[in-house]
């Protein structure tokens, strides 16, 4: 399958300090990536979309500011946290799909946010 | 929007023993319905998938059943091993919102050798 890869997996970082996260589709090219966010023993959130050269799309209740998101080609998208405050660390997991509607999602293997 | 209800959220059985998970979903226009199975600190995998265009796909040990009708699907996972322990997602996409996946809460399964 396809693979994708988001880096780092792990990262510990002070209050009030900012952290990128990358995502990249290492076989395919991904017009549209998702970004989630997992808190302990919970479902995946979905926190938005990015789109290959445009402004991602947020779900309600997701603080643009809070979360930049750049899709700068078609094979990367990061998730910038800034300002970082403890409430922010979790479990942030990117997803591409190589395909339309009705295809497979496939997850970078997650980020482990922890910020002290 | 889409909404995607998941049970039980924890599920023991015995070694070579089926398990069941059961979800809804709330809107009509979802056309695909996969399953990713997660275990603890990694990415979820996707386990089998079905498209609205048939009712059963099955997979050597994991079967998944959908009525579009009722709106509701289901996964099958025979001969339980304690490998198939991990956290289970069902999911719906397609519809109105497009290409966005909405994930159910989960289902903690644990199998006791």
């Known amino acids: 399958g396809a693979v994708v890869s988001q880096h780092p997996s792990r990262v510990i970082c002070k209050s009030g300090t900012s952290v990128k996260i990358e995502c990249r589709s290492l076989?395919?090219?991904?017009?549209?990536m998702f970004w989630y966010r997992q808190f302990p023993k919970k479902s995946l959130m979905l926190m938005a979309t990015?789109?290959?050269?445009?402004?991602?799309?947020?779900e309600q209740g997701v603080e643009k500011d809070k979360f930049l998101i750049n899709h700068a080609s078609l094979t990367l998208s990061t998730l910038t946290v800034t300002s970082a405050h403890p409430e922010d660390s979790s479990f942030y997991i990117c997803?591409?799909?190589?395909?339309?509607?009705?295809?497979?999602?496939?997850f970078g293997q997650g980020t482990r946010l922890t910020v002290v | 929007g889409e909404n995607v209800e998941q049970h039980p959220s924890t599920l023991s059985v015995q070694e070579g023993d089926s398990a069941v998970i059961k979800c809804t979903y709330s809107?009509?226009?979802?056309?695909?319905f996969p399953w990713y199975k997660q275990e603890l600190g990694k990415r979820p995998q996707l386990i089998i998938d079905?498209?609205?265009?048939?009712g059963e796909k099955k997979d050597q040990r994991i079967a998944v059943t959908l009525n579009k009708t009722a709106k509701h699907f289901s996964l099958h996972i025979t001969e339980t091993q304690p490998e198939d322990s991990a956290v289970y997602f069902c999911?719906?996409?397609?519809?109105?919102?497009?290409?966005?996946?909405?994930f159910g809460t989960g289902t903690k399964l644990q199998v006791i050798p």
């Open positions: 999911a719906a996409s397609g519809g109105l919102r497009g290409q966005k996946v909405t």
């Open positions: 076989d395919f090219q991904a017009t549209t």
């Open positions: 079905i498209r609205s265009n048939v």
């Open positions: 809107d009509s226009a979802s056309n695909y």
């Open positions: 997803s591409a799909r190589s395909g339309g509607r009705q295809t497979e999602a496939f």
């Open positions: 990015s789109n290959e050269g445009s402004k991602a799309t947020y």
